[in-house]
């Protein structure tokens, strides 16, 4: 708002105003020279001005008017004036890249200042210092400018210097004394109207909630800060870095490169903070494994901050280029001397990356039999405090686990492996979204390798049985935190379903902008959720003898993938045993086969349904895929039910097609504790049935009303009243669902993996409002059973969702299915669950009726029942 005046203390309000709104400053210092103030005036509407421009990113223009107003303070005659623009002047000058100069006039600015003033210079004079990455050296100026800041009662400069200060201790690792400072500065900035600044807090508690491992809080506060910036009018370059890292930890290495380029496309910020900028889109680019990205990045900001002279975060970037080299493939006592020079480096200067940089120089030495330098740089690598955050705590026990491998010191290297894991599953138990929790057991993925490795090398079966599962579809193992009340959530999934429906009507570019639009905000939301403790520990851990009991005649076969090959662990009569099967990617080859042939038979004309130009026969491809996933282990199933567990990588494989499998229950789990959990779910007492028709199905619709027949109490859905909100009333805790409707699977982004109803799409974020899943469900839709591996071996799909929400068992496709050879085999099903069947024997019991038909006998073979 323009200055009414011209009198120095309302020329002097500026000031604050520049960094609390700095487009208002701006209007309001040019609105005061025109007027022709007095020199004492002019230098604060210069000051204030330079502010403002400096606060949006025009340092070069900022610079400039710090220039006159440094003038126009020099005329004043005032040491104390000459002394603020002196200190704004060489801060802005530090941001610049110009530290050197920047310093030599904080120095002068400190010597002209007295009381008060001095902490507001010290403070400037610490920015600079941060900068260079001299952190000592500012904590000394910032804990004197505190003091002499609080004495003054000068409530928004002590709040900058405490938050400057708190942004040290964090970088320094004192997170809690880091916490304090932020919370006081926040406090004080609310009180003084400070609104750029408070938005600036917020940012600072986000990196304090990071650094404690509580990624969902960090996203939070980040938003808030970005709302906040935003409603200044400030594209600020530090919210996009710190994003950036607490993407990265979350595993969402993709969106955190986009984030980066899209800061750096912006233009904004000043050269030292392009310079940060450059690091953290190299770190990204790494992190998302385009390695000559990140080392064309990371270089540039290599070049930057050497041009700069700001040794602590050039030292940062060279280690982003050496571990771009390595995980290019180069190994070599070269590379091996300069990491551990930069390890070296980076210890000195005190940065987080020594441990990581160390463990690298440990890999690196033990590739090249250097046997004392590994054990010496994976010493280094395995330290940590005990208040470290768990994902720091996890890759230093990664370090003591290769060391002690090394060493060949088994029990300390499995103690190791599993205290490591143990780190993670604190870590990814502060995530209530499922995605989060799935991607980040990608961080254990070495630790259970190690474990996995030595129970191969003792050739103990047990053991790779339960090391197996220590650390598989550990995401399933317990439920998502649900959000049926989030009234926004409702919202924007109510609105995404109402624009992809219209969208499905008639395509439309601004519509299919404004899909995209509420599907980053419903993850976004869902990504924030905070974590919870579950009763009974963390993680199912699987009880062998439990197992044993619980299988019965029952034959278990968990498929376990070791350095690319798969073994297949069978436990059968309470006796455990290994076999090697071969290599997972011919495995991975056979499936895909198998599927495009299901896929073709889908559709085909009956003349070439059984076989003709369309390929190899089912029975061909069946045995091909029993020799590629069983191997020998096929001879030790017999006529018996089978429980199976495949790797991620397996699960859209078509079970039915395995000549020893077609004709019994198989239930198909990502887990064994998953099996186990799902076996002690007890069916609901009111025997409540659902049948959904979507819409679009012709022969669905004679599926769900013959189903209506053999269930006379059923609950029946259709015609516009299968619509989201009275589908999942209907579901929440049903003892049989049966969905017949299009399915669509998104590889892209499988939580919005769906089943079109009459309102539009039903996605995994919606069944994750259930209280709980059916008891039992059965989706007769294409490509229901399919989910996307990520993390260690973890799934994410519209079937899996429902495991950790109480289903104990889904019958679901992986591959399209022909809809009117689907309605026999469904109905089948049906009978033979009423009679008393589980889902797997009745299945496999209708299974049976469809062999005589080519395209029905495909499509049996295309659905997989899921769970116990």
């Known amino acids: ?157 002590e709040a900058r210097s405490r938050n400057y200060r708190g942004f040290i201790q964090l970088a320094l690792g004192g997170t809690k004394r880091a916490d304090a400072d932020f919370a006081v500065a926040e406090k004080l900035y609310a009180a003084t109207g400070q609104e750029f600044e408070y938005a600036e807090a917020r940012q600072n508690r986000g990196l304090v909630a990071y650094s404690r491992g509580d990624l969902p809080a960090a996203l939070r506060y980040l938003d808030e800060a970005g709302r906040r910036f935003a409603a200044v009018g400030v594209a600020w370059p530090d919210l996009a870095i710190d994003r950036c890292g607490v993407l990265l930890a979350a595993g969402l290495s993709a969106e955190a490169l986009a984030e980066m380029d899209q800061a750096i496309g912006a233009g904004n910020g000043t050269a030292t903070k392009r310079g940060e900028l450059w690091f953290a889109a190299a770190t990204a680019a790494l992190a998302a494994g385009d390695r000559p990205g990140a080392r064309e990045r990371a270089e540039r900001a290599r070049r930057l901050f050497s041009a700069q002279r700001r040794e602590w975060w050039s030292v940062r970037s060279s280690m982003v280029v050496l571990d771009a080299r390595y995980q290019a493939g180069e190994r070599g006592a070269g590379l091996l001397r300069r990491v551990s020079a930069v390890a070296g480096r980076l210890d000195a200067l005190g940065a987080s990356e020594a441990s990581a940089a160390h463990l690298l120089a440990g890999r690196l030495a033990l590739k090249l039999g250097r046997v004392r330098a590994a054990d010496r740089q994976l010493e280094l690598a395995g330290r940590h405090s005990k208040d470290a955050p768990p994902i720091a705590r996890s890759a230093a026990w990664l370090g003591k686990a290769l060391r002690a491998e090394a060493r060949g010191e088994v029990r300390s290297m499995l103690s190791a492996c599993g205290r490591g894991l143990d780190a993670l599953d604190e870590h990814r138990l502060t995530m209530g979204a499922t995605e989060l929790r799935a991607l980040a057991t990608g961080q254990g993925a070495e630790l259970a390798e190690l474990a996995l490795r030595d129970a191969l090398r003792r050739d103990d079966p047990r053991r790779l049985l339960v090391w197996g599962e220590r650390w598989r579809a550990t995401a399933l193992g317990v439920p998502p935190v649900r959000p049926p009340d989030d009234e926004h959530l409702v919202g924007e999934l109510a609105a995404l379903r109402d624009v992809v429906r219209r969208l499905d009507a008639a395509p439309d570019p601004s519509l299919d902008k404004e899909r995209r639009r509420l599907e980053k905000a419903v993850r976004d939301r869902a990504l924030r959720a905070a974590g919870r403790e579950t009763p009974g520990g963390t993680t199912l851990a699987l009880d062998i003898g439990e197992l044993v009991g619980a299988l019965g005649e029952s034959v278990l076969v968990e498929l376990v993938e070791v350095g690319g090959v798969l073994h297949a662990v069978v436990v059968r009569d309470g006796r455990i045993s290994r076999h090697e099967v071969g290599p997972l990617a011919a495995a991975a080859l056979e499936v895909e086969r198998s599927r495009f ?272």
Not at 92 to 108: K, N, P, V
Not at 112 to 139: K, Q
Not at 719 to 744: F, K, M, P, S, Y
Request: glycine share 10%; aromatic share 4%; with cysteine.
């Open 1 to 157: 708002m323009p200055v009414a005046g011209g009198s120095a203390e309302a020329a002097e309000n500026l000031l604050p105003l520049a960094l609390s709104r700095p487009h208002d400053a701006i209007a309001s210092a040019r609105t005061l020279l025109a007027a022709d103030p007095a020199v004492l005036e002019a230098s604060f509407a210069h000051q204030a001005y330079g502010i403002g421009l400096r606060q949006l990113g025009q340092v070069p223009a900022a610079v400039r008017e710090l220039r006159t107003a440094l003038r126009l303070a020099e005329q004043t005659g005032r040491s104390e004036r000459e002394a603020d623009v002196l200190a704004t002047l060489g801060a802005t000058l530090g941001r610049a890249g110009r530290s050197r100069e920047g310093l030599a006039r904080l120095d002068r600015a400190v010597q002209l200042s007295r009381g008060a003033l001095t902490g507001r210079v010290l403070l400037r004079r610490a920015d600079v210092l941060l900068v260079l990455g001299r952190h000592r050296e500012a904590l000394d100026d910032l804990r004197v400018a505190v003091a002499r800041l609080r004495r003054s009662g000068d409530q928004v400069w």
């Open 597 to 868: 042939r299901l896929r073709r038979l889908a559709h085909a004309r009956p003349a070439n349904a059984g076989g003709g130009t369309l390929g190899p026969s089912l029975e061909v491809l069946g045995r091909r895929l029993a020799d590629a996933i069983l191997g020998s282990a096929q001879e030790l199933l017999a006529d018996r039910p089978v429980v199976m567990v495949p790797p991620g990588r397996l699960h859209a494989l078509p079970w039915g097609l395995i000549p020893g499998l077609a004709d019994r229950a198989v239930n198909v789990v990502p887990s064994a504790a998953v099996w186990l959990r799902a076996r002690k779910l007890r069916p609901p007492s009111d025997r409540r049935v659902v049948l959904v028709l979507g819409p679009g199905l012709s022969a669905g619709r004679a599926e769900v009303m013959r189903l209506a027949e053999q269930y006379p109490d059923a609950t029946v859905l259709a015609d516009g009243e299968a619509t989201a909100d009275n589908v999942l009333r209907e579901l929440d805790g049903a003892w049989i669902a049966h969905i017949a409707a299009h399915g669509t699977f998104r590889s892209d982004s499988p939580m919005f993996s769906s089943l079109r109803l009459d309102d539009g799409p039903l996605t995994v974020y919606d069944f994750e409002r259930l209280r709980r899943a059916p008891y039992r469900m059965v989706l007769s839709s294409c490509d229901s059973g399919l989910a996307k591996p990520v993390g260690a071996d973890e799934l994410l799909g519209l079937s899996s969702s429902l495991i950790p929400l109480g289903a104990a068992g889904i019958l679901a496709s992986v591959v399209p299915v022909n809809d009117p050879a689907t309605a026999p085999l469904m109905l089948a099903l049906h009978e033979n669950l009423r009679a008393g069947q589980s889902l797997a024997h009745a299945f496999a019991t209708a299974c049976r009726g469809a062999r005589g038909d080519p395209v029905a006998d495909a499509a049996s073979r295309s659905f997989v029942a899921l769970g116990a």
